[in-house]
C-alpha cells in the first residue's frame, strides 16, 4: 500500500481546498506540483485528463474531481467530518455557491491569460464577470467572522479558497466584500490553511 500523492499546484482554488482538507483530517500525503498547462503530458500519465487536484490513493490508483476527493476523504475520517450532519444542507449551499465562484475565476483566468488576445470572446468574459460578482454578492453576507458553521467544515474550505484566487487574480472583484475579507483572514491563520498556503 503506497502513501497518498496529491497533484497539482497551491495557486489552483480546487488542488488548495483537497490540501487544506487533508491536513485538518491528519492524513499525511506528498504534494507533487505539476502544472496542468507546463506539464500537462506528465500529469495526464496521473490523470488521463491533465487536470488537478488528482489523488493517488492507497491502492495507488486515482481519484480526480475536487467533490470526490473530498467526499472520500470524510468518508475515511467520519470522525474529523467537514460535512457535520447537522449543518449539512447549509454547509452545501455556501460550498456549492463558492465552488462556482471558483469554477468562474478559474474560467476568467483562462479567458484573459491563456487564450491569445485576439480570439478573446468579450460576451463570454462579461458573462463571467457577472457570475462572479453574484456569487460575491450571495457569499458576502453569509461570510462570518471565522468558521460559518461552528467548527471548520468545506463551507469554510470553498469559499477561503475561492476568495483567496479572487483576490490574487481578480483584485477588480475584491474591494468590496469585507465579510469574505475577514473570513479568509480568519481562515488562513488556522493551522490546516497555514500549513498550506496560497502558492505554487
Ligand atoms: N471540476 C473540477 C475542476 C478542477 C479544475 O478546473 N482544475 C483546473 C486547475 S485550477 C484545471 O485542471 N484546468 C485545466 C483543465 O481543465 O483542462 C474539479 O472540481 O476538480
Redesign the pocket.
Known amino acids: 500500500m503506497g502513501g497518498l500523492i496529491l497533484w ?1 499546484l497551491m495557486d ?4 488548495r481546498r483537497v490540501a487544506v482538507a487533508l491536513r485538518h483530517h491528519g492524513i499525511a500525503f506528498e504534494r507533487r506540483g505539476l502544472s ?2 507546463a506539464d500537462f503530458e506528465s500529469l495526464r500519465l496521473t490523470n488521463p ?5 488528482a489523488l493517488t490513493v492507497h491502492d495507488g490508483g486515482v481519484l ?4 470526490a476527493i473530498l467526499d472520500w476523504l470524510d468518508a475515511e475520517s467520519p470522525e474529523t467530518t467537514l460535512v457535520p450532519a447537522a449543518h449539512r444542507l447549509g454547509v452545501l449551499r455556501v460550498e456549492a455557491m463558492a ?1 462556482a465562484l471558483a ?1 468562474k475565476s ?1 474560467a476568467l483566468n483562462w479567458e484573459t491569460i491563456h487564450r491569445p488576445a485576439d480570439l478573446h470572446w468579450e460576451e463570454g468574459m462579461e458573462r463571467a464577470r457577472i457570475q462572479i460578482s453574484a456569487a460575491m454578492d450571495w457569499l458576502e453576507p453569509r461570510a462570518t467572522p471565522g468558521p460559518m458553521f461552528g467548527g471548520l467544515t468545506r463551507a469554510d474550505l470553498a469559499l477561503a479558497c475561492a476568495a483567496r484566487f479572487v483576490k490574487e487574480k481578480h483584485p477588480a472583484h475584491w474591494g468590496t466584500h469585507p465579510n469574505i475579507a475577514t473570513h479568509l483572514e480568519a481562515c488562513e491563520s488556522m493551522p490546516p490553511f497555514a500549513a498550506e498556503p496560497y502558492g505554487t
Open positions: 497539482g489552483s482554488p480546487f488542488v496542468v498547462f485528463l491533465g487536470q488537478a487536484p480526480t474531481n475536487t467533490h465552488n469554477d478559474v
